[in-house]
């Protein structure tokens, strides 16, 4: 895992993230292990156990299993932009920030490019990661989620623009599949002045409070309902789901007033900056409580974007040993 943000300011946008690699495995608890062969004891009238390999192996789970330090996370894509990235570290034997200096170079030698509109330049980034993505899928049987956040910011128009590239989880089975769409992108809304992912949790908390929880919520009970009583799921359209949402007396107006995202107005460059820098601790100082091991953290890089162009903050350079 990862903690990747972008906080936008009146001026510019702020940008950071770290450095670690979570690798998995899959892992099975001691208890749940016994309690299987308690349930299968019980199950069975003359006490014999048979075992389906198919249900031993669902007793797995996929878990962190260690961390490296050492991966590029944040990259100056052009001269006003730049990308942050969560997710797989490889894609098609080449690490995802070699990757996307490819990609950027390949935009140095495009003629008009630095005349496109920057919605233009993700769709184009889109376009030529769906390429590696599909090369992978040829050679490999699945890839993994990945997140880039792409950043840019227009002086003269005083703008600052963020996406969300996601790189989908998918097998070589939708290779087949001619409308499968393995690199999408979106737009956060324009209230949102902190755009995150990877092992955001304490952020999203703090930010938005319980908005995200209880929006998620409601179509999954909907849904439950509908299941439970018969109801054909195709009838439940997304505007009942909506107007369930508007209905103060589901979703009481607290829900909103305790949104600190809708607070972040104007933030000067340096404001920017420092909440970045902020939320970056949190996510790493929460892991010391708890028995997870770390998945966040490692050399923090910190860049900004203004009128100047983008340029690095902290843990770019390389800096003299602590033992010397």
Do not use: W
Not at 50 to 70: A, C, M, Q, S, W
Not at 213 to 241: C, M, W
Not at 265 to 294: C, G, H, K, N
């Amino acid at each position: 895992m990862t903690f990747i943000a972008t906080v936008i300011a009146k001026n510019g946008a702020a940008i950071i993230a770290d450095s670690l690699v979570t690798t998995s495995q899959p892992v099975i608890e001691y208890g749940d292990f016994l309690a299987f062969f308690d349930d299968k004891v019980k199950g069975s009238k003359d006490k014999e156990i048979k075992l389906d390999p198919g249900e031993i192996v669902n007793l797995f789970e996929t878990r962190p299993h260690h961390t490296k330090d050492y991966e590029e996370k944040l990259f100056e894509y052009d001269s006003h932009t730049a990308i942050t990235t969560a997710g797989s570290a490889q894609i098609n034997g080449k690490r995802i920030g070699h990757l996307i200096e490819e990609i950027s170079e390949k935009n140095l030698r495009t003629k008009g490019y630095g005349n496109k509109k920057i919605e233009t330049k993700v769709k184009d980034l889109c376009g030529e990661l769906t390429t590696v993505v599909i090369e992978h899928l040829k050679k490999h049987s699945s890839i993994g989620n990945t997140t880039l956040i792409v950043t840019n910011y227009t002086p003269n128009k005083n703008q600052c623009k963020v996406f969300k590239v996601t790189i989908r989880s998918a097998s070589s089975e939708q290779l087949k599949e001619k409308n499968f769409d393995f690199v999408t992108y979106s737009k956060p809304s324009d209230v949102e002045k902190v755009i995150c992912d990877g092992q955001n949790r304490i952020s999203e908390k703090i930010l938005f409070g319980d908005f995200p929880t209880v929006f998620g919520l409601i179509p999954r009970i909907v849904n439950q309902v509908a299941e439970d009583f018969g109801i054909n799921k195709s009838k439940v359209h997304d505007k009942y789901i909506q107007a369930l949402r508007d209905n103060r007396n589901i979703v009481p107006s607290s829900i909103f007033s305790d949104m600190k995202i809708l607070r972040l107005t104007d933030l000067s460059l340096q404001q920017a900056v420092e909440l970045a820098a902020l939320l970056m601790r949190l996510e790493m100082d929460f892991q010391s409580y708890t028995e997870d091991i770390p998945t966040v953290g490692g050399v923090i890089k910190l860049a900004v974007i203004d009128k100047n162009g983008f340029r690095y903050i902290s843990g770019d350079q390389i800096t003299r040993p602590n033992n010397i």
